[in-house]
């Protein structure tokens, strides 16, 4: 078997079936490509509710020198280039498209800890060494932003203009989440879990500094959400510190909003979660997004080329 082979999706399955190992998919993305050197973690800029944060001006001219269409420079926002996506099954880490809402955090992973607790009864605080000695599990899925495709819509809608790059697939390791949601022992109550990235500032609408934060249901974790994964790895190498270094949620055939970066809290909760980028912001309708639908884009041929 090679990363090529077509392996069917069983009727039935979701869209993320890993039909082949992911260790073919890693040796596929890294071959013939030199290892990549860890991204400078230099903190500079405002802190974010005094989480330091990486220099804007240093975020951007990576994204820049990797070739991305960088389409906000701070809070970064920048897609890969549909060629990037071309003759590849694992979009490379360094063209992964970056998605922010605020500036991107620089966590001491020494000191970074991942709080769980609300209603459990065995709260938890897990250093990313506790995290990595635990049963870990690769998931090769596909990352899409919800606003995708925005700048073709017409009349157009407020937002990042993404093209059609803000989409990627990778292979992550991790954690599966209900393996540490069931070491805290969800009380009876317990009705969705809440998910608090590192990453802050200030929203319209709301007082005081907004954390990135999205629920799932305990009762979605036995769907989709049941192979959602905390991840530390990104295509057989440490999580990047644009994709959510030391650790990130990852949720299987969601949109990417659901897979919370730099994370540092879980709390399970019996209310129905009331969070800006749950309520104000990625609904449709008043129903929060949830489920990729499918899309499909033509690389090859590129407009205007040869047939």
């Given at each position: ?27 596929a ?6 290892a ?5 973690r ?16 240093e975020?951007h ?8 269409v ?13 060629a ?16 922010n ?5 620089d966590?001491?992973?020494a000191?970074?800890?991942l ?7 065995r ?42 790059g ?6 992550w ?15 009876p109550?317990a ?10 500032g ?7 500094p907004v954390?990135?934060?999205?629920s ?19 295509n ?17 055939g969601?949109y ?7 994370l ?9 979660f ?15 997004v ?7 884009v033509i ?9």
């Amino acid at each position: 078997m090679n990363p090529n082979s077509r392996t069917p999706r069983p009727a039935g399955s979701p869209a993320y079936y890993l039909g082949r190992p992911a260790s073919l998919w890693i040796a596929a993305a890294h071959h013939g490509r030199p290892a990549a050197s860890p991204a400078p973690r230099r903190a500079g800029g405002p802190p974010a509710a005094g989480v330091p944060v990486v220099d804007p001006g240093e975020a951007h001219r990576q994204a820049t020198g990797a070739g991305l269409v960088v389409h906000r420079a701070d809070p970064l926002n920048a897609e890969t280039p549909l060629a990037a996506l071309t003759g590849t099954v694992l979009a490379p880490v360094d063209r992964f498209y970056v998605r922010n809402h605020f500036g991107i955090p620089d966590l001491d992973p020494a000191t970074w800890r991942l709080e769980v607790g609300g209603l459990a009864d065995r709260p938890l605080s897990l250093s990313l060494a506790e995290l990595q000695a635990m049963a870990s599990r690769t998931v090769v899925a596909t990352i899409e932003c919800a606003g995708n495709g925005r700048s073709a819509l017409d009349p157009a809608v407020p937002g990042e203009p993404w093209g059609l790059g803000a989409a990627g697939t990778a292979a992550w390791t991790g954690v599966p989440l209900t393996d540490v949601l069931g070491a805290a022992a969800p009380q009876p109550s317990a009705r969705e879990v809440v998910f608090r990235g590192a990453d802050s500032g200030q929203v319209a609408g709301r007082d005081g500094p907004v954390h990135f934060e999205r629920s799932l249901s305990l009762h979605s974790l036995g769907s989709a959400g049941g192979a959602a994964l905390l991840a530390y790895t990104m295509n057989g190498r440490p999580l990047p510190t644009a994709h959510g270094y030391p650790l990130r949620l990852i949720v299987p055939g969601w949109y990417g909003v659901a897979s919370v970066k730099w994370l540092t809290g879980i709390e399970l909760t019996g209310q129905v979660f009331g969070g800006h980028f749950q309520v104000d912001r990625y609904h449709i309708g008043g129903q929060p997004v949830t489920l990729q639908a499918v899309r499909s884009v033509i690389t090859e041929p590129r407009p205007g080329g040869n047939s």
